[in-house]
């Protein structure tokens, strides 16, 4: 098991890329605020994405949608502090890279000005390569994010697995292809077959990871709240569950009402 210690050398984009060609897998969770991010940084994670999944955990929206850049700056400002070794990656939030390159540029430099993180993802391919150009120009370091991209739901209509039919696995081929020829240190793939999947990050030099896109990739992400429990509605074939935390929350709960109410909190040794 891997604790992190502060003489721990940090994680950059260049050590993925060296993780990848030796072969070490790349572990990566999301992170919303400053106690969990210090956490999971203490446990030795490679990666902590403030990912816009904040606007469905952290914020009960239904999509990632509604979820603002200020609101993106001010999680990721809270995860900058916790961290002494993992990478911290931004996701662009949507509205805030759509509209043209300069947009795109802008809305990166303000994460990167306000919040202090080290890169910034971005859901797209082909339709999106200006703005990720432009904003690699400006020394930002740019992860990707095909497969089912979740700002665009209401595109898909549904978020069933991506990349099933021949054309559609060609087209994220060829996306994928690009990403990493124009410079993108890392891709996510989500929610792919996984042999497609293993095609992609065996065909292209920068790391692959993986949400729901099998174990032929060179790391994994998932959502932490999905992972420790604290969702509990959400049961994807690809979710591994490592707590339950709905139900331990819940129950520590039930009791400490159970003993405001009956006066057995606090106790004599628990007051001054
Ligand atoms: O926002 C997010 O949490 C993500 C991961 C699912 C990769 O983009």
């Keep these: 098991m891997s ?13 993925l890329q060296e993780m990848k060609k ?33 606007s469905n955990v952290m914020a009960g929206h239904e999509t990632t949608l509604p979820i603002t850049l200020d609101q993106m700056i001010y999680h990721a400002s809270s995860v900058i502090r ?17 509209g043209n390159s ?5 809305s990166s430099i303000r994460i990167m000005k306000e919040s202090g993180a080290h890169a ?16 690699l120009s400006a020394g930002i370091p740019v992860m ?7 700002q665009s739901i209401y595109k898909f209509g549904t978020y069933v697995v991506r990349a099933k039919e021949k054309s559609e696995a060609q087209r994220l081929i060829e996306d994928a292809h690009l990403l990493s020829d124009i410079g993108c240190f ?53 979710l591994r569950r490592y707590m339950n935390l709905y139900d331990d929350i819940k129950a520590a709960t039930e009791k400490y009402i159970g003993d405001v109410k009956s006066m057995n909190f606090p106790n004599e040794k628990e007051q001054y």
């Design 22 to 54: 030796r072969s070490e897998k790349i572990s990566m969770l999301t992170a919303y605020d400053y106690s969990v991010a210090r956490i999971l940084d203490d446990a030795g994670i490679d990666v902590l994405l403030v990912g816009d999944s904040a």
């Design 186 to 238: 890392a891709l996510v793939l989500e929610k792919i077959p996984a042999q497609l999947a293993e095609q992609v990050a065996r065909e292209i030099k920068i790391p692959v990871i993986g949400i729901g896109a099998g174990n032929g990739v060179d790391g994994q992400v998932l959502v932490f709240h999905d992972m420790v429990g604290i969702t509990h509605e959400f049961h994807p074939r690809f």
């Design 144 to 150: 990707g994010h095909l497969g089912l991209t979740p």
């Design 102 to 106: 300069k947009e795109a540029l802008n």
């Design 3 to 15: 604790t992190a210690k502060p003489e721990d050398k940090k994680i950059t984009t260049h050590t």
């Design 120 to 135: 910034v993802k971005m859901e797209g391919g082909i339709e999106i390569k200006d703005s990720i150009e432009r904003i």
């Design 82 to 98: 916790a961290i002494r070794r993992a990478l911290v990656v931004v996701d662009l939030p949507f509205g805030s890279y759509q």
